[in-house]
């Protein structure tokens, strides 16, 4: 299993950006389909994007489509999610994962028995 650690969370106004970053530990990085999740107080996590092996296929939530974007690095064992126009119903604590299967199966399944990072705050203040 690869060991990840994400940053780039923060304090931001309503309508601000926010790139998130997600640095995998591991050989096999870029095997992996990986993802972002996110949880805000009293609720569920709740999936975000998800980027295949190649970086060649990503997902979104409806909620993110057309705000976020998900991209990869793999000679940085790195993942990132741009988050522009970013509003109060986005604030959560935002969680990579990895997972080591197919990128359908990874999202369909919500990357269960994946790897996950501690997570990185973000507020938007509205």
């Known amino acids: 299993q690869v060991q990840l650690v994400e940053s780039g969370g923060g304090l931001v106004q309503a309508g601000g950006s926010l790139r998130l970053s997600c640095a995998a530990s591991?050989?096999?990085?870029?095997?992996?389909?990986m993802g972002w999740f996110r949880q805000a107080p009293g609720k569920e996590r709740e999936f975000v994007a998800a980027i295949s092996w190649s970086g060649g296929t990503t997902y979104y939530a409806d909620s993110v489509n057309g705000r976020f974007t998900i991209s990869r690095d793999n000679a940085k064992n790195t993942v990132y999610l741009q988050m522009n126009s970013l509003n109060a119903e986005d604030t959560a604590v935002y969680y990579c994962a990895a997972d080591r299967g197919d990128a359908v199966v990874a999202v369909t399944n919500n990357f269960l028995g994946g790897s996950w990072g501690q997570g990185t705050q973000v507020y938007v203040s509205s």
């Open positions: 591991g050989r096999t990085f870029s095997t992996y389909t």
